[in-house]
């Protein structure tokens, strides 16, 4: 139950501040409204299964585009680390292109994927790839060279590092990629269904509910990406942790 408070209480707190302020603060109801009035905008959302089928198409969107930038990515990154040349060629096309905004990128995709969900998964996969290939490059050049001399002098071949020495070793790196890359991967998915003309999904649902001012349905958007970003972290992330890092003692639970 403390453990349940604790998780509870600053929701409780941030819920609280709103409702105050949506009662006696100076913005109209129409623009800020209750906790009450987003609860039943969700409620009503739910009843009528338009949320549902809104949460099914982004996160078909979203997991399509994260698994291409984790294949990808990860492929590319365990080669940086493994090959000089590739680091050298590789590197320099990262450190352009990474650091520009996601969101520039979407009227060049739409451009040239068109409209619709082909341009928004690539978008997402390409938004998804940088922090994917950056930090398991980093985690490869990170192994230490002990490990690699004591296998190699016990006869390793190079599946064998691979598999239980560099991937591995490695591995927190690249979870920790992943989830940055399924992060901006998700922030600019919700952006690009603002503008790629997509029928379904939770940015079409915040962009269509501003242009009646229906902000209770805005903020139910909104609550319901962050929810569902909490539900990946913990059934996606934390799973796979679960059955690695902390099975082989390399990080605690």
């Known amino acids: 139950m403390r453990k349940v408070w604790r998780s509870v209480f600053p929701f409780l707190v941030v819920g609280s501040i709103w409702e105050l302020t949506a009662h006696f603060g100076s ?18 959302l739910a009843q009528s299964g338009i949320i549902f089928h809104h949460v099914e198409q982004t996160l078909m969107r979203l997991l399509l585009g994260a698994a291409i930038a984790a294949i990808v990515g990860v492929s590319v990154g365990l080669w940086m680390g493994r090959s000089k040349l ?3 060629f590789i590197s320099p096309l990262v450190s352009i292109v990474a650091p520009i905004p996601g969101l520039a990128y979407a009227p060049l995709f739409m451009l040239w994927f068109g409209l619709g969900n082909l341009s928004t998964i690539i978008l997402v ?3 998804a790839f940088f922090p994917i290939v950056l930090n ?33 070793a490695s591995l927190p790196y690249i979870l920790t990629g992943l989830r940055l890359g399924v992060a901006q991967g998700w ?13 379904w999904g939770l940015g079409w649902l915040i962009f269509g509910a501003r242009e009646f001012m229906n902000t209770d349905v805005m903020l139910a958007g909104i609550a319901v990406i962050g929810v569902t970003g909490l539900v990946i972290e913990n059934v996606l992330f934390k799973q796979i942790e ?7 003692g390399m990080m605690s639970a």
């Open 136 to 168: 398991t490059w980093t985690g490869v050049k990170g192994v230490k060279k002990l490990w690699i001399s004591a296998a190699r002098s016990l006869g390793a071949g190079d599946a064998v590092m691979f598999r239980q020495i560099i991937f591995p």
């Open 125 to 127: 996969g390409f938004v």
């Open 187 to 199: 922030r600019i998915l919700v952006a690009a269904e603002m503008l790629a003309a997509v029928p």
């Open 242 to 248: 679960k059955i690695t890092l902390i099975r082989w």
């Open 27 to 44: 913005f109209p109801k129409r623009l800020f409204p209750s906790v009450e009035s987003i609860v039943m905008a969700f409620v009503d």
């Open 86 to 88: 590739a680091e050298d």
